[in-house]
């Protein structure tokens, strides 16, 4: 549970809003001509990443606007939050202090973000 | 040495003080190469390495996990076991799993306590009634007992039910027998120890950090401990296993979400059997020690936190005081998350991919505790024969190629 500051309303409680999953998926130029393996890709397949990734909100209970947000999976911290139509700031720019794929310690499992002091 | 427990164990053991049990497996070093290598050691992952010894012959089996052993969602889920599913495939498969709970105390001579105190799913509504008599038929269909129950019928089981005063009043429900609970760490550390025995090296506390690939084949992983040689990878790692077969380039239709589940503080025996309800999400049954053991639903987005927000706990609660206004004024004592990965239409994938010799168990997204033989039992088969069992063939990656889904949103106990 956290915070999301919407663009339009300011900062509000996350359960005011809904995700609309991974942001900037763009739609196939040519739908007649790409393959079933292709459209599968548009179709299913999302990013899934530990760590930070684009995505999409709505302030459902709110302005009911659409934005979206650069958020770190592994803590759920949100990093930038830009309207649509705005260039998506490149991911580099954020620093990711995870070292593991898996974002956890080199050793042993837990939850990563709650060790963190 | 086989290590059986009896009477007789039970009796000389306690003679000396309870000092002498075996260790119930060993913590062995990995070595360089392995025939086959089994990524998560959670019940899917354990049951897979101890069927591919036991029924398929193989010897030089690895289990790797990054933390202890059933840690993940094996240990996280609230235990309950059904195979009323909808559609034919996930019938097939769920019911080949309850079959193999059936027998699997006396098949691994450990006490998974699993207990058939049967399953009410609630209908709330006349859509409710509709969906779950249709899904009555097609589970008699299948020779799964699946019986519709009505309000009258529902109270008898569960008398503390609320099922008429209530905003959403219960209209009636399908009823499982066979269905039912276990221990959930039992069913790990039951599968761990038979594999150890059967010479499986379980390693714990050993990270894999990538799937090593060339020239579309697997070469083997790279963990915390160093490389390690295979020819086969079986990937069983729930909501981490984007993460790992990203490392072999691989993209699988996944989420990773949090979901939760809760216990109250022990009371007496009140519920006797388990009582899900799809429409005001919730469900509930009562552990053998006398928790309320409920369960949530997943956060709205993508999460790796084990986790979960505060408002799910707060929804499901509600519902289940409306349901249960005896639990009104009791106390929860513990809440927790755990990443479970879901497939686009909500069933789970036991497949080959495009590089050869790798394997995937995943998708099983909320429901996945309930399959752990049956998954072990079909995936140990597709990794020993490279070519999926006829139970798992349906469940292949290519399906979202295909368009042939296996829709089980409707059917799945809550919407999650």
């Known amino acids: 549970m956290f915070t999301i500051r919407c663009p339009y309303c300011g900062e509000r409680d996350q359960s005011e809003f809904s995700n609309g999953g991974e942001a900037h998926v763009a739609r196939p130029k040519d739908p007649e001509q790409i393959s079933d393996r292709e459209w599968s890709e548009y179709v299913f397949i999302r990013a899934n990443p530990k760590g930070i990734y684009y995505e999409r909100w709505v302030h459902t209970h709110g302005c009911k606007k659409w934005f979206n947000a650069v958020r770190n999976t592994s803590t759920d911290e949100i990093l930038k939050v830009y309207k649509m139509g705005e260039a998506p700031p490149p991911l580099k720019g954020f620093k990711n202090t995870i070292k593991t794929p898996s974002g956890e310690p080199d050793v042993g499992s837990g939850n990563f973000s709650v060790k963190k002091p | ?416």
Not at chain 2, 170 to 198: I, N, T
Not at chain 2, 374 to 399: E, L, Q
């Open chain 2, 1 to 416: 040495m086989k290590k059986k427990y009896s009477i007789y164990s039970l009796v000389k053991n306690s003679l000396s003080d309870n000092q002498n049990w075996k260790k119930m497996w060993r913590n062995p070093e990995p070595r360089k190469f392995y025939d086959v290598i089994i990524v998560g050691g959670g019940g899917h992952g354990l049951g897979t390495a101890y069927y591919l010894a036991k029924e398929h012959g193989l010897k030089n089996i690895a289990v790797i996990e990054k933390g202890w052993l059933g840690g993940g969602n094996t240990g996280r889920n609230t235990t309950i076991i059904r195979s009323n599913y909808l559609w034919d495939e996930s019938a097939h498969l769920y019911e080949h799993s309850l079959k193999l709970w059936e027998s699997l105390s006396s098949e691994l001579n450990y006490n998974i306590m699993f207990s058939q105190r049967g399953v009410l799913n609630l209908a709330h509504n006349e859509h409710d009634v509709k969906e779950i008599r249709r899904r009555v038929s097609a589970n008699k269909l299948n020779g799964i007992d699946s019986e519709w129950v009505d309000p009258h019928q529902i109270k008898k089981l569960v008398p503390i039910m609320n099922t008429e005063n209530c905003r959403y009043p219960v209209l009636g429900a399908s009823y499982q027998p066979r269905a039912g609970v276990a221990r959930h760490d039992a069913v790990a550390w039951g599968y761990a120890m038979r594999a150890d025995e059967l010479g499986v090296d379980i390693i714990q506390n050993c990270e894999v950090k990538k799937i090593r690939t060339a020239k579309g084949k697997v070469q083997g992983v790279e963990t915390s401990k160093g490389f390690i040689r295979s020819n086969r990878v079986g990937v069983v790692a729930s909501g981490h296993t984007s993460v790992l077969a990203a490392t072999a380039g691989i993209k699988l239709p996944l989420q990773s979400k949090a979901l939760q589940a809760l216990v109250s503080e022990p009371i007496k025996p009140v519920i006797n059997t388990v009582v899900m309800s799809n429409a005001v999400h919730a469900y509930v049954s009562q552990s053998d020690k006398g928790e309320l053991v409920i369960g949530a639903g997943t956060d709205g987005y993508n999460s790796y936190t084990q986790r979960g927000g505060y408002n799910i706990i707060e929804d499901t609660i509600r519902a289940i005081v409306e349901l249960y206004p005896i639990f009104g004024k009791m106390k929860m004592l513990r809440q927790w998350g755990g990443i479970v990965d879901i497939t686009p239409d909500a069933s789970p994938i036991l497949s080959k991919c495009e590089v050869e010799g790798l394997y995937f168990n995943c998708g099983w997204g909320t429901g996945g505790f309930k399959a752990t033989p049956g998954s072990a039992n079909v995936f140990a088969h597709t990794i020993a024969k490279n070519k999926a069992h006829k139970i798992n063939a349906p469940f292949s990656v290519d399906r979202f190629v295909s368009g042939r889904l296996v829709d089980e949103h409707g059917a799945a106990a809550v919407a999650h």
